[in-house]
């Protein structure tokens, strides 16, 4: 589903990826990790066309990407709501944006926001709500386009630890349903145990693949009451050593 080959990026004297290539399949769900500043953000930002890359070439769906694209849905770190449009307002956004049927997609982000928990609260605004509340519009505003590829840069990052947890509980059954492909980076060990299908280490700056580890570990996870304790405790401990 995306294809990354010899994808290199410069700012200026600053380089930031080398030679990365990388292979993510359809519904995959792959976690980027590394050092701060190793690139994770600008591997993203490439992949989501919103940014070129200095060499290499990327594709999505058998397409190169020159632009971003419709069927590619972005979560950042911050929600990024807008303060003045009511909850359901901000999910409606990419609607409008992309000329989208009104009324269906309507209806689309009410279910989005009900199986989030916010049904009752899509007509507040913004400041109104909790940051893990804001965090779950920001999601469902990406996922009211029905995106084929879901990119998330550290999404989690900004949260209490509990809140944190319980988002990345609700991300791991969004995407057994819905199975977009998605490219999740993080800072946290447990966060890709607990949700990827593989985990890309990147070494620091300029950021290369170090190594990419399968977590072969049967779904739903959990860190709570875990079955398969004994894998988890290993790719925590591989990712641990691949990171320090
Ligand atoms: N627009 C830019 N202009 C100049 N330098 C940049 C730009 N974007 C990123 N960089 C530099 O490229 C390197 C990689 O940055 P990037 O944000 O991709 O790293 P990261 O791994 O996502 O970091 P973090 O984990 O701290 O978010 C850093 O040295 C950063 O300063």
Redesign the pocket.
């Known amino acids: 589903m995306i294809g990354l080959s010899g994808v290199s990026r410069r700012?200026?004297a600053?380089e930031?990826l080398a030679g990365i290539d990388l292979e993510v399949g359809e519904s995959e769900f792959l976690a980027v990790i590394?050092r701060?500043?190793?690139?994770?953000?600008?591997l993203l930002r490439i992949i989501a066309g919103l940014l070129e890359p200095s060499a290499g070439t990327v594709v999505v769906d058998g397409r190169p990407v020159r632009r971003p694209r419709r069927d590619v849905a972005l979560v950042f770190q911050r929600p990024a709501l807008l303060p003045w449009r009511t909850v359901l307002g901000n999910v409606l956004l990419p609607v409008e944006i992309l000329g989208l049927p009104s009324a269906s997609s309507r209806k689309h982000a009410l279910e989005l926001l009900d199986s989030a928990g916010l049904g009752d609260v899509h007509g507040r605004l913004p400041h109104e709500l909790s940051g893990g509340m804001q965090q779950r519009v920001a999601l469902c505003r990406a996922l009211v386009q029905r995106p084929r590829v879901l990119l998330m840069d550290?999404p989690f990052s900004a949260l209490d630890a509990l809140t944190r947890a319980e988002l990345a509980d609700r991300l791991q059954e969004l995407h057994m349903g819905l199975r977009a492909t998605t490219v999740f980076?993080t800072?946290s060990i447990q966060e890709a145990v607990l949700l990827a299908d593989r985990v890309a280490v990147l070494t620091p700056?300029p950021g290369r693949i170090r190594k990419i580890l399968d977590v072969d570990i049967p779904r739903p996870r959990s860190f709570g009451h875990n079955a398969h304790l004994i894998e988890v405790s290993r790719c925590v401990a591989e990712l641990h050593d691949l990171l320090l």
Not at 36 to 42: I, N
């Open positions: 700012f200026g600053v930031a590394g701060s500043g190793c690139g994770k953000s600008t550290e980076v800072h700056r």
